[in-house]
């Protein structure tokens, strides 16, 4: 069964730090994964979608890769604000399953 | 606007009160999910539709059931609810199976089983 796991759980930095939030999973059989980012008491917004053929994609100060064969993949934000501030979540797609695996995501503070 | 819809976004109730909760998309996308979302564990999947009429189970199905008769709208059931139940509930939709597009999250619903 898949496990995704996120590391940091928590993490607080200044603002204008750039920042790396880590996703891992057990099973590397994924058609793709995505970070999402939920605000306290609301829904998920999807932030990037990774593919299992692709390394990497961008959306202005994110960057997200993948390491498929190892189980990995970073989220790299570029000068955090604090707007950032919010918990960031990694889902896999499995391949196989048209089941979505969370992991228990990584509560960001971004302090002025 | 493209959304997925849920009603109601808050609602207590007690044990055994038989109660559903919707979910609409307006993006005539083919696959809806719903998750549940607790405390240390993350969300989780209930239940899934690829399509109209075609349901299957997720991570936690037990307890639940859904419908697909329309492809806009899959509510969650719960026949019996129980505290164990208490839990943010999401819904989701995608234009696919998830394998190329990404899933489009409603706002969640807060439900409290006394």
């Known amino acids: 069964k898949q496990e995704v796991t996120q590391i940091p759980a928590a993490l607080s930095v200044p603002e204008g730090e750039n920042l790396v939030l880590n996703c891992s999973f057990t099973?590397?059989?994924?058609?793709?994964l995505q970070w999402f980012r939920q605000d306290p008491g609301k829904g998920l917004t999807s932030l990037l979608l990774?593919?299992?053929?692709?390394r990497e994609q961008t959306s202005g100060r994110l960057n997200a890769s993948l390491d498929k064969s190892s189980g990995r993949s970073t989220l790299y934000i570029a000068a955090s604000q604090p707007g950032d501030s919010a918990t960031y979540l990694c889902?896999?797609?499995?391949?196989?399953?048209?089941?979505?695996?969370f992991g228990k995501g990584t509560m960001l503070l971004v302090s002025p | 606007e493209a959304q997925v819809t849920q009603n109601p976004r808050y609602l207590i109730t007690v044990t055994g009160k038989k109660l559903t909760v919707t979910c609409s998309q307006n993006?005539?996308?083919?696959?809806m999910s719903w998750y549940r979302q607790d405390p240390g564990l993350g969300l989780r999947q209930i239940y899934y539709?690829?399509?109209?009429?075609?349901?299957d189970k997720g991570d936690v199905p037990e307890g639940y059931k859904v419908s697909r008769k329309e492809k806009r709208n899959f509510p969650l059931i719960l026949e019996s609810p129980s505290p164990n139940q208490t839990s943010l509930y999401f819904c989701?939709?995608?234009?696919?199976?998830?394998?190329?597009?990404?899933?489009?999250f409603g706002p969640g619903t807060r439900l409290t089983v006394l």
């Open positions: 989701a939709s995608s234009p696919d199976r998830g394998l190329i597009y990404e899933q489009f």
């Open positions: 099973d590397s059989a994924i058609y793709n």
């Open positions: 990774i593919q299992s053929s692709q």
């Open positions: 889902a896999v797609r499995n391949s196989g399953y048209s089941t979505l695996t």
């Open positions: 993006m005539n996308h083919e696959y």
């Open positions: 539709s690829m399509n109209v009429e075609v349901t």
